[in-house]
Every structure is written in structure tokens, then in C-alpha cells.
């Protein structure tokens, strides 16, 4: 089964929070509320660099793919 890229979650127990999840390498949660990111990966010395360079783009169209998903709701 295919899974998109990027999906809106939400939890009863954080009322004020909505999260964008990537659910490719490499995988994280994003909190739109507060920009906090959680990695659902664990990573080495090298991968890191490479995280440092590609998480910003990455963050980046987390935040495009919320943005045209709630300007689709309107």
C-alpha cells in the first residue's frame, strides 16, 4: 500500500496542537502549533549531516502541504 507523503493529525490530548506527519525517510512529526519537530528515526554521526541539510527543505513543504490543505478547506 501506497501512503502519501505527508498527513494532518490531531489528539484529544493536545486541544491546541495539529501535526503534519512525513511518512518517508526521513520519517518526523512536525507540531505546526509550535514548530517543534519529532524524528521517528534514529540516526548516526553521517546521517546527521546529511539530516541537517535536507530537514530544512523537508520542514519547509511540511508547512506547504498544511498551508494548501487548509486553504483547500475554505
Known amino acids: ?8 493529525a490531531d489528539n484529544s490530548k493536545f486541544e491546541d496542537a495539529l501535526f503534519i506527519v512525513h511518512t ?3 520519517r ?3 507540531n505546526v502549533t509550535n514548530d ?3 524524528w521517528l528515526e534514529e540516526f548516526d554521526k553521517e546521517d546527521e549531516a546529511n539530516l541537517e ?22
Open 1 to 8: 500500500m501506497e501512503l502519501p507523503k505527508f498527513l494532518i
Open 24 to 26: 518517508e525517510y526521513p
Open 28 to 30: 518526523f512529526i512536525l
Open 36 to 38: 517543534e519537530v519529532h
Open 53 to 74: 541539510e535536507e530537514s530544512t527543505s523537508l520542514i519547509e513543504a511540511a508547512f506547504a502541504f498544511y498551508d494548501a490543505e487548509m486553504e483547500s478547506l475554505d
